[in-house]
C-alpha cells in the first residue's frame, strides 16, 4: 500500500502500496534482516539486567544525557536528541513442495538515533533534508553496558556530524528562496510519556514442529501441474523498542507477531504471468489457522489459478463496477488515504488534493472514514495497523477524518502542517527511516448499507440503467500505488487478481485476467453508490519515504457507478516447454486436477 515508485520504494516520485503486495519481497526483507553481520544466534546465552531495572534502557538513558550536555556546548547545538533501540528474535521457515528452502532464527538489536538541530521553528530536517535527522546502525546484542554505550555514542557523533552541516544549508536555502506558502513549525511540542512495559518474552514456539508443517502444507503445491512455483513461509517475531528522549520521555514498547504467507504463481499461453497470495495474521503462531484451513485455502488458490490461466484476457472498460471489502479496503488506502497523510500537505513538491478542502465534502455524505491504531481487531481479525505508541513516542490516537463525507483531519505525524500543529499519534517508521505522518488501521463506514445480496442486484439494475453489456466485479487484489507528486498526473492504479464479467441478462459471471483498476481520485470518490453492510479487512505492509510498516485497511463491499480499468502489462515468455516431474503422460489434468474454482460473487 505505499511505497514512494514505480517499484516500491526505489523513488520519490510516487507513492504506492506495497502493503498489499508483499509476499516475496517482504520475506527477502526480513531475510536480508537476520544476516550473520548483524545478528547472532537466539541459542545464544544474552547477560541479564539486574533485577528491576532495564540495563539498556538505562544505558541509552545514561548515554543520551551525557551526549546533549557536551553538544549543547556546540555551534549549531541541537534541541532534540532521542534513541531508539530496537530488539528483535525473529524466526523464518519457508518451504516449497514439499521441502524447506530455508530455517533462520536470530536475536538482532538496531538503534536510531535521531537528532534536530536549531529551533522547533526551523531546523536540519527542513524541506527535502529529513534523512539528515537520523543515523542508524547495529548494537550488540549482548547487554554489555559499556559496548552499547560506546556503539551509540559513535552513531551520535556521526549524526551530529550530517545534521549540523545540513541545518547551516536550510538556513541558507530559506535566505534565497521564495517565500513558502506553509510556515509550520519543523517539530511539535508534545507531553513526555513515561511507560515502561515489561520486554517482550524471548521467541518461544516448537520450530521443528513448525517445520514439519510448512513440509505439508507447501507438498500439496506438488498435486496441480499449473503451479509453477509456489513458496508456504512463516515469519514469527518477539520485539521490544525501547525509546528515549532529551525531552525526558521513556518507553519499552513489546509487541509479537506471526505471518503465514502462501504463494503460488503460473504462466499463461500467451506469457501472461499469474499470481496468488494468501497470509494469515496473528499476535502468535497459536492463533494461526490450522493446518486443514491452511491445505483448504491452498487448493483455492491452485484452482483459481487454473480458471485463470484459462480465462480471458479483459478489454479496457468503463462502467459499473462491485468491489469485494478487501478490493474495497486496498482501493481506499491507496486513493485516500495516502493523500490525507499530513506530511504530503505540507510538501510543495507534493500535489495537495485535499489540503485546502478541510471543511468540505470529499466523499458521499453516507460515508465516513476513521484510522485508529488503538483498534486491535475487528470481527475476530487482528489489525496489522494496531499499535500503542507511534515511532516518535506519541500515543496511538483515533482520527475522524472524514465524517458523513466532509474532510476534518489528517494523519499527522510531529510534523506540523497548516491549521494542525499538533501530531495525532500517526508519526511511524521502518527502523532506519525518519517517521512521517502514515496510516495505521483505516476504517470506511456508511450508513447507506445494504445486504450483500441486495448489493448484487443493485450491480444489476445499474448495469441495465447504462445500457452495458457488464460489469466487473472485483473479488480480490493484490495491492496497488498511487501518484501524489505535483509533477506527475494524480492518479492511482489497483491491481486485481479475481475479476468477473456480470451480465445482466442472467448469464454466468465469466472469470477474466490482465485488467488494472486505474482513474483519478476526486472524480473516482464521487461514484460510490452505495455500499455492503460486513465490513471486510486487509491486512499488509505498506511502503512510504518512512519505510515498510504495517498496516490494515476495513471496508465493506462497494458499488461504483463507473470504474475504468485497462490492460496490464505483460510478458511474452513461453510457460515451460516440459510437464513437471510424474506429470508426463497425464496432459494438464493429471492426477492432480484441481477442483473448479465456486463462481463468484
Known sequence: MSTAAATHGKMKTQKSASP???????????????????????????????????????????????ATNELLKSDPAPYFVSYTV??????????????????????????????????????????????????????????????????????TDREYKRAAPTFLRVKTDRAVRAEEEDKSPDFSKEALQMEAAAPAPALNFDRAAWEQRVRRTSAAFRDYPEVYSAIVALQVSSSTSRYVSSEGSRLISPSSNARLVLQAETRADDGMELFRVETFQAPTVAEL????????????????????????????????????????????????????????????EEGQTFTKKVGQEVLPKFLS????????????????????????????????????????????????????AQSNGHGRGQPGYMPTGRQGNLMVTSTQAVPEAELRTRFIEEIKKQGKPYGLYFDDVQGGFTLTMRALPQAFQVLPVMVY?????????????????????????????????????????????????????????????????????????????????????????????AAEPEKKP
Request: with cysteine; charged share 20%; hydrophobic share 40%.
Open 369 to 420: 472514514v476513521v484510522d485508529d491504531p488503538t483498534l486491535k481487531e475487528i470481527g475476530g481479525v487482528k489489525l496489522s495497523g494496531s499499535y500503542d505508541y507511534d515511532t516518535e513516542g506519541v500515543p496511538a490516537k483515533r482520527v475522524e477524518v472524514i465524517q458523513n463525507g466532509v474532510l476534518k483531519s489528517f494523519l499527522m505525524s510531529r510534523m506540523p502542517v497548516k491549521s494542525f
Open 289 to 348: 489457522p490450522g493446518e486443514t484451513e491452511i491445505v483448504s485455502k491452498i487448493r483455492q488458490m491452485a484452482a483459481d489459478l487454473k480458471a485463470l490461466r484459462a480465462a480471458p484476457v479483459a478489454e479496457p472498460f468503463d462502467g459499473p463496477a462491485l468491489l469485494s471489502g478487501r478490493a474495497a479496503a486496498v482501493f481506499f488506502h491507496e486513493v485516500l488515504g495516502h493523500r490525507l497523510e499530513g506530511h504530503r500537505q505540507r510538501d510543495e
Open 86 to 155: 530496537y530488539d528483535e528474535d525473529a524466526a523464518v521457515i519457508a518451504g516449497t513442495l514439499g521441502s524447506l528452502l530455508s530455517s533462520l532464527a536470530s536475536h538482532r538489536r538496531q538503534a536510531d538515533v535521531t537528532m534536530r538541530v536549531g529551533t522547533p521553528d526551523l531546523d536540519n530536517t527542513h524541506g527535502q533534508n529529513r534523512q539528515s535527522g537520523m543515523t542508524s546502525g547495529p548494537l550488540p546484542v549482548e547487554n554489555d553496558r559499556d559496548a552499547i554505550a560506546r556503539s551509540l555514542w559513535e552513531l
Open 20 to 66: 498489499f503486495c508483499w509476499a516475496l519481497s517482504c520475506l527477502l526483507s526480513l531475510w536480508l534482516s537476520i544476516t550473520p553481520a548483524l545478528a547472532v544466534s537466539t541459542d545464544q546465552a544474552t547477560p541479564k539486567p539486574a533485577k528491576n531495572t532495564d540495563l539498556v534502557l538505562e544505558t541509552m538513558q545514561s548515554e543520551l544525557n551525557r
Open 501 to 593: 464479467r456480470v451480465y445482466s441478462d442472467g448469464r454466468p459471471d465469466d472469470l477474466v485476467r490482465g485488467v488494472d483498476i486505474v482513474g483519478t481520485p476526486l472524480a473516482a470518490l464521487t461514484r460510490i453508490e452505495v455500499t455492503g453492510n460486513q465490513p471486510r479487512v486487509f491486512n499488509g505492509i505498506c511502503g512510504a519515504e518512512s519505510g515498510n510498516v504495517p498496516v490494515s485497511a476495513i471496508a465493506p463491499a462497494m458499488l461504483f457507478s463507473e470504474m475504468e480499468v485497462q490492460k496490464r502489462a505483460q510478458s511474452h515468455n513461453r510457460p515451460p516447454i516440459l510437464p513437471p516431474p510424474g506429470f508426463e503422460s497425464s496432459g494438464s489434468n493429471g492426477p492432480g486436477k
